[in-house]
T-cell receptor, first 114, second 113 residues
Framework: ETGVTQSPTHLIKTRGQQVTLRCSSQSGHNTVSWYQQALGQGPQFIFQYYREEENGRGNFPPRFSGLQFPNYSSELNVNALELDDSALYLC?????????????FGSGTRLTVV | TQLLEQSPQFLSIQEGENLTVYCNSSSVFSSLQWYRQEPGEGPVLLVTVVTGGEVKKLKRLTFQFGDARKDSSLHITAAQPGDTGLYLCAGRVPTSGTYKYIFGTGTRLKVLA
């Protein structure tokens, strides 16, 4: 079975720009969650998608938005980038909402905002 | 707001030593997970504990969930350089009709050969 794939692996953007990060979930998984991990910290929950709808959101502003597609892949969009948005963005898939099986994480996208 | 605090934040030990990492909260979790993350990679799930007082073993790693399901510990016996990494605990909490996992602050472990 394939794991979780994220693209791109690294990205440099200028403050004020917009960015789209992509995630292909693990085969058989229908729920995708996005996390932001700042340097030296634990991942912070951004939001979760299930059946193509946002289903649970963390303490992030509306300029963080996402999509889930019928094949369960997902995108994270961030508008009006700020310097503090520089972080590792992790996508995690799971087999259903709220299961105890845990996440399968991708390797992340390292976003640098200059 | 649920917070998971891990201690210690950093740990540098010699190969063969034992260590314990703690994960504490004032909130109750329906389950708790431990992950290990290496540089440039996403976290990898080590274990899930569900029942208060539960103990799980994974080779040299022993995980315990507190009786009140508010805290957990990870004990490593005879640490090896391959154990080096960032150890993260994550508690399962309800959100908007579903569940999410909130992560602790992490413990960065370095095992010296």
């Amino acid at each position: 079975e394939t794991g979780v794939t994220q693209s791109p692996t690294h990205l440099i953007k200028t403050r004020g720009q917009q960015v789209t990060l992509r995630c292909s979930s693990q085969s058989g998984h229908n729920t995708v969650s996005w996390y932001q991990q700042a340097l030296g910290q634990g991942p912070q929950f951004i939001f979760q998608y299930y059946r193509e709808e946002e289903n649970g959101r963390g303490n992030f502003p509306p300029r963080f938005s996402g999509l889930q597609f019928p094949n369960y892949s997902s995108e994270l969009n961030v508008n009006a980038l700020e310097l503090d948005d520089s972080a590792l963005y992790l996508c995690a898939s799971s087999s259903r909402q709220g299961n105890y099986g845990g996440y399968t994480f991708g390797s992340g996208t390292r976003l640098t905002v200059v | 707001t649920q917070l998971l605090e891990q201690s210690p934040q950093f740990l540098s030990i010699q190969e063969g030593e034992n260590l314990t990492v703690y994960c504490n909260s004032s909130s109750v979790f329906s389950s708790l997970q431990w992950y290990r993350q290496e540089p440039g990679e996403g976290p990898v799930l080590l274990v899930t504990v569900v029942t208060g007082g539960e103990v799980k073993k994974l080779k040299r790693l022993t995980f315990q969930f507190g009786d009140a399901r508010k805290d957990s510990s990870l004990h490593i016996t005879a640490a090896q350089p391959g154990d080096t990494g960032l150890y993260l605990c994550a508690g399962r909490v309800p959100t908007s009709g579903t569940y999410k996992y909130i992560f602790g602050t992490g413990t960065r472990l370095k095992v010296l050969a």
